[in-house]
T-cell receptor, first 112, second 115 residues
Framework: NAGVTQTPKFRVLKTGQSMTLLCAQDMNHEYMYWYRQDPGMGLRLIHYSVGEGTTAKGEVPDGYNVSRLKKQNFLLGLESAAPSQTSVYFC???????????FGDGTRLSIL | KQEVTQIPAALSVPEGENLVLNCSFT??????LQWFRQDPGKGLTSLLLIQSSQREQTSGRLNASLDKSSGRSTLYIAASQPGDSATYLCAVGKFGSSNTGKLIFGQGTTLQVKP
């Protein structure tokens, strides 16, 4: 999906390790979101941001932290990875004027 | 708590058939409803967005309807093609979420259109 880039695309971690997922957008959108997608669970909102320097908790925030120091970047951090955090993580953005969200291609994260 | 349900979980149809995908939600106080398409290994692509004041939206062969009173939305696909094979998700924007855009997603319907 043009405009929303997620890094990395795949990653395998051991329990207890930490890592940061990066979402970068070039559409100058104000809103950014982190979701996780699990089989049979649909997408669930982890954290979101309504602008540079602001973040808020979503539906399933425990075990994750986020930062939005620059408008174009939204980082999702796992301080101590757990097997329950094995999932596909999606970043999405939205402009203030429109209602549709634009998604990246996802990061597939496995925690052993 | 808003819950969004999509039935069936999977659907297989022959090419050319018209079909309907269903989405139901438990709380009628919604801000909007969106339909997305997800191809394997890819992110979500927005197909149609219906505001709470609207009854339907159309884009090409796609038509989405919204009935808040019954808590239902349908996505109608006309003259289905193999390229329509994908997972279709609906998502509800909660009332009061207009300044945040938070969505509640259904689990999706995986569609296979056979040539």
């Amino acid at each position: 999906n043009a405009g929303v880039t997620q890094t990395p695309k795949f990653r395998v971690l051991k329990t207890g390790q930490s890592m940061t997922l990066l979402c970068a957008q070039d559409m100058n959108h104000e809103y950014m979101y982190w979701y996780r997608q699990d089989p049979g669970m649909g997408l669930r909102l982890i954290h979101y941001s309504v602008g540079e320097g602001t973040t808020a908790k979503g539906e399933v925030p425990d075990g994750y932290n986020v930062s939005r120091l620059k408008k174009q970047n939204f980082l999702l951090g796992l301080e101590s990875a757990a097997p329950s955090q094995t999932s596909v993580y999606f970043c999405a953005t939205r402009s203030m004027g429109t209602k549709a969200q634009h998604f990246g291609d996802g990061t597939r994260l496995s925690i052993l | 708590k808003q819950e969004v349900t999509q039935i069936p979980a999977a659907l297989s149809v022959p090419e050319g058939e018209n079909l309907v995908l269903n989405c139901s939600f438990t709380d009628s106080a919604i801000y909007n409803l969106q339909w997305f398409r997800q191809d394997p290994g890819k992110g979500l692509t927005s197909l149609l967005l219906i505001q709470s004041s609207q009854r339907e939206q159309t884009s090409g062969r796609l038509n989405a309807s919204l009935d808040k009173s019954s808590g239902r939305s349908t996505l109608y696909i006309a003259a289905s093609q193999p390229g329509d094979s994908a997972t279709y998700l609906c998502a509800v924007g909660k009332f009061g979420s207009s300044n945040t855009g938070k969505l509640i997603f259904g689990q999706g319907t995986t569609l296979q259109v056979k040539p």
